[in-house]
Every structure is written in structure tokens, then in C-alpha cells.
């Protein structure tokens, strides 16, 4: 293996030494079949960082047969203490390793180190939670039938998970999935973003080293055109988690309907955030600011729309302009930085496309400052786009970059008709002092999460997922065990009882 990464600079967290990075399939670190490697690239600098097997139908094939012994066999034959210990041996690792697995998130994302520390602690708590949610929580139910019958449900993993995940936040999105997918007795093959792979390489070396058996975690890096449709079309892959973007959503569900897979998918969103009159100025506009700003806007819950009332419309959006003047945009691994660069040039060019548009549209774009230092990058400022209108592309479709789109409105129900007059429903966004029009114009509004008087604070135990297109199913809490577990009835018969009979002479 080749070591590519030099330090670029003195006065920030230690740039991590990387290598070369192979696939993992049944327990061992391997070469794609093909011996096809694609180059893995710095967003902050467009350097290459190192280079990645590119995984394929064969090694799909590969993962699949190895999962499908562990699943059959020492993994599926485990006790359930006995496969709980590790997945909390997995949390311990990730635990002991934050240090370095968060500047490695920040190097490959260009996410803020401020923030990849708290995402790679949350992965920790993942698999912590669903070893304690499996111990309390995975239990079936009985029905009596007077003294005949005794009729029970357990819960039965379903087998191999394919788990497709994306780039933004990589370590805990991949850990969401993987630590329910293990807890319930699934054996996974992950497909990381290619855009994203050096943590989840690590993630593969700390559960080697948390000692599971062979082929119950295997790593297949790759393109979605290669390894990632080999994986969903493969016959004997039950599952698919999938998040990302709407349209290779649809795709997904497509090439995987043949042999019948359950999906679980967490696709786009466009999320509208509300701001009434009597809200808290002040702290509508910090979680207005954090909530598009934070994750340089490549969150998929992000409120990327804001409705504010006109009665506040010109001082909240001076403030927000003033806000955006001062957001520190700079290298991810300094850790006064909150705004990095994008994941990738295609990524930057394609928000830059949308900011086109939106002048086109005939919208004022305003943009805080990045320095000509950091000119090799792939910074957008965070960005506000003034003077937008509901039928405006940039407020119609998702951007996934620091924008957000700024209208004002009258009253409550000219604002939920525009708030739902989107294709996405993820998330939605509510700022008021009147508890009864929080509540009435949260539960107005078509999606799958809803804060009032808060920013996206997740908490583990609750569903999370969208509706309209920006996704099918939940995962999170107990809700996970509904597509990572089979729900098998179990009849009995307590007595004897009158049986037909047919043919009997």
C-alpha cells in the first residue's frame, strides 16, 4: 500500500495518513476481481488522496456467498448475548478511535472537524442502542384463543442486508444501518459512496478487529452502475437500505423488484422552515442558520426553503444576511471552521448550476466570502437567495449545497400550501410562541418529521424517514425491526378440537 497524503497545513488537526484501499469479503482485505482502482480526492485541495479498489458484479457475487454462509451458519447459530456482545464491542472501538476516525471523515468530506466529531461519537451510540433496544424491545406477542389455541409472533432476521449509503455524514449514516442490520441477526454487504470511502474502510478494521465471524460484515467499494446495481439485482440479497438521492431511489426499487426485495429508503428532501411574527427572533435564526448552513448544506433534512411572516420578513432576513457575512468558511480540519468545502467537483458544479438558475429566475443572490487562498476547493459560500417565488426551480428542487431560498407570507394557510407544495416531504421546520398553531401547522404539513421551536435534534428511539418522494419506510427506534426482521405467527394448539374431514369414508 501507498501512502499519497502530505500535511498542507501546520496550524489545524493532524492531516491522517492513508493508504490504499481494498475491499472487505469474508474476513479478509481484498483486490477487486477486476483489478480496476479509481482515485480517491481531497474536496479541500482536488488533490488525489489515495486510490480505491472499484468493486463489481464478482465481487458482489463474492460478498454474497460469504454472507450467506455466516448467515446460515456460525453467525446464525449465535445466542443472542453472545451476537450482542459484539455489536458493543463495536461501539467500544469506535469509541476508542474518534480521534482519528473524525479528522479522516473531515479529510475525505471536507465537513467541519467540529462537526465530524459529534457525528462518529453518535455512531458509537448507534449499535450501543440497537444491542439494548434488541435485549428490551424485540419481542413478539401472544393471542390466547379460550383454552384452544395459543397463537404467538417472534421476530426472524431476514437474511443478507445490502446497504447502499451515501456521502454526507458517511460514518454514522453507514453505522445507522449496519449496527440494526447486526443486532437483529442480519449479515450485511455495504456499498459506501465512492465519494466518501476512507471511513468506511476504517469501519471494516475496526469490525475485523472486533472479531465476527467471516462474512458477516463485507465492504464492496464501487460505482452504483457497477457494484451498487449488482448488489440489487442479486437474487439472494433480501434487503436494501438506501439513502440518497430520489431518482437512483427510484432506479434502486426498479432493478430490485424482480426477485422482490424489501427497500427501505431515505431519499431527498426540500424542507420548508416557518417563521410566524411571535416567534423567538433570535433563536429561529440560529437554528435557521445552523439548520441549512451546518454540514455545508449537504444534509438531507436541511431547511433549504424559509418561510418567514411579512411582518419580520425585512428584519430576519437583515439579520440572516448578517449571520451569513460572518459564518467562518476555511479548511475542515481547523476547528474554528464551520462552513468546509463541497464533497466533489461534480457536487460543486451542480449547486453552482442551481445559482445560475436562480439569477435566471430572477433572484438576488447573496453569498458570504471565501478567501482566494482557498481557490483549489470546492467552496460555495453559504448563500441566500432573496426575491424567490414558489415556482422557481431553486425552490422546487433539491440543491444540496449551502442555499437557502427566503419568501415571506401572510398567514398560516397561505404558508402550509406552500410549505407542502413540493414533490419531497422529509422534514419541516415551525417558529411560534402559539403552542396550539405549533402543533396545528406541524401536523398541516405532509412529511415525516416536524420540529417546533427547535432545530433537527434527533433522538434514537423515534421513526425517521419521509413521505411523498422523499422515501418508503422507517428505520430508527423499534421501527427498524419492521425491515430488518421477518415476523413469523406461530399457531398451537392447546387442545384437541374438531377437525373437518375430507374424504373419509
Not at 449514516?173 to 449496519?178: A, G, Q
Not at 437583515?318 to 457575512?325: F, G, I
Request: hydrophobic residues 40%.
Amino acid at each position: 500500500m501507498t501512502n499519497h497524503v502530505k500535511s498542507y497545513n501546520e496550524n489545524q488537526v493532524a492531516v491522517p495518513q492513508v493508504q490504499d484501499i481494498k475491499l472487505y469479503i469474508d474476513g479478509t482485505f481484498v483486490d477487486a476481481e477486476s483489478a480496476e482502482v479509481f482515485d480517491n480526492v481531497n474536496p479541500f485541495t482536488n488533490e488525489k488522496i489515495n486510490q480505491v479498489a472499484s468493486g463489481g458484479k464478482g465481487d458482489i457475487d463474492r460478498a454474497v456467498k460469504a454472507a450467506r454462509k455466516a448467515f446460515n451458519g456460525e453467525w446464525g447459530s449465535l445466542k443472542v448475548s453472545e451476537r450482542l456482545k459484539y455489536v458493543n464491542k463495536i461501539a467500544d472501538l469506535i469509541d476508542e478511535h474518534i480521534d482519528e476516525i473524525a479528522p479522516l471523515e473531515s479529510y475525505d468530506t471536507g465537513l467541519p472537524i467540529s462537526q465530524t466529531k459529534k457525528m462518529v461519537a453518535r455512531a458509537a451510540q448507534n449499535f450501543r442502542f440497537y444491542a439494548e433496544m434488541v435485549s428490551s424491545r424485540l419481542v413478539g406477542e401472544v393471542y390466547q384463543v379460550d383454552d384452544e389455541f395459543l397463537n404467538y409472533t417472534i421476530h426472524k432476521p431476514v437474511g443478507i442486508a445490502g446497504l447502499i449509503t451515501p456521502w454526507n455524514a458517511p460514518f454514522m449514516l453507514e453505522t445507522w444501518k449496519i449496527a440494526p442490520a447486526l443486532a437483529t441477526g442480519n449479515t450485511v454487504i455495504l456499498k459506501p459512496a465512492e465519494w466518501s470511502p476512507l471511513t468506511a474502510n476504517r469501519l471494516a478494521e475496526i469490525i475485523h478487529k472486533a472479531g465476527l465471524p467471516d462474512g458477516v460484515f463485507n465492504v464492496v467499494h464501487g460505482f452504483g452502475e457497477n457494484a451498487g446495481a449488482a448488489l440489487v439485482a442479486h437474487p439472494d440479497v433480501e434487503l436494501i437500505s438506501f439513502t440518497g438521492e430520489t431518482t437512483t431511489g427510484s432506479e434502486i426499487m426498479k432493478n430490485g423488484a424482480d426477485s422482490l426485495k424489501q427497500f427501505s429508503m431515505e431519499l431527498g428532501g426540500k424542507s420548508p422552515i416557518i417563521v410566524f411574527d411571535d416567534a423567538d427572533f433570535e433563536r429561529a435564526l440560529d437554528a435557521c442558520t445552523w439548520g441549512i448552513f451546518s454540514f455545508n448544506g449537504e444534509r438531507c433534512t436541511a431547511n433549504s426553503r424559509l418561510y418567514v411572516h411579512e411582518k419580520i420578513a425585512e428584519p430576519f432576513t437583515r439579520a440572516l444576511q448578517e449571520r451569513v457575512r460572518n459564518i467562518r468558511v476555511g479548511d475542515p480540519l481547523k476547528a474554528e471552521t464551520q462552513v468546509g468545502p463541497l464533497i466533489h467537483k461534480k457536487h460543486f458544479d451542480n449547486v453552482n448550476r442551481y445559482l445560475d438558475i436562480a439569477k435566471e429566475e430572477g433572484c438576488q443572490v447573496i453569498q458570504g466570502h471565501v478567501s482566494s487562498e482557498f481557490e483549489n476547493g470546492n467552496f460555495v459560500p453559504p448563500t441566500i437567495l432573496l426575491d424567490a417565488s414558489q415556482d422557481m426551480k431553486v425552490v422546487q428542487e433539491e440543491i444540496f449545497g449551502p442555499v437557502i431560498a427566503v419568501m415571506a407570507f401572510k398567514d398560516e394557510e397561505e404558508v402550509i400550501e406552500k410549505a407542502n407544495d413540493v414533490r419531497y416531504g422529509l422534514a419541516g421546520y415551525v417558529w411560534t410562541n402559539d403552542l396550539q398553531r405549533g402543533h396545528r401547522v406541524a401536523q398541516a404539513i405532509d412529511s415525516g418529521m416536524l420540529w417546533v421551536n427547535s432545530q433537527n435534534v434527533r433522538d434514537l428511539r423515534t421513526p425517521f424517514g419521509g413521505s411523498k418522494h422523499s422515501g418508503i419506510g422507517r428505520e430508527g427506534g423499534h421501527y427498524a425491526f419492521e425491515f430488518y426482521t421477518e415476523l413469523q405467527v406461530i399457531h398451537v394448539a392447546m387442545k384437541e378440537h374438531h377437525i373437518p374431514q375430507f374424504g373419509k369414508n
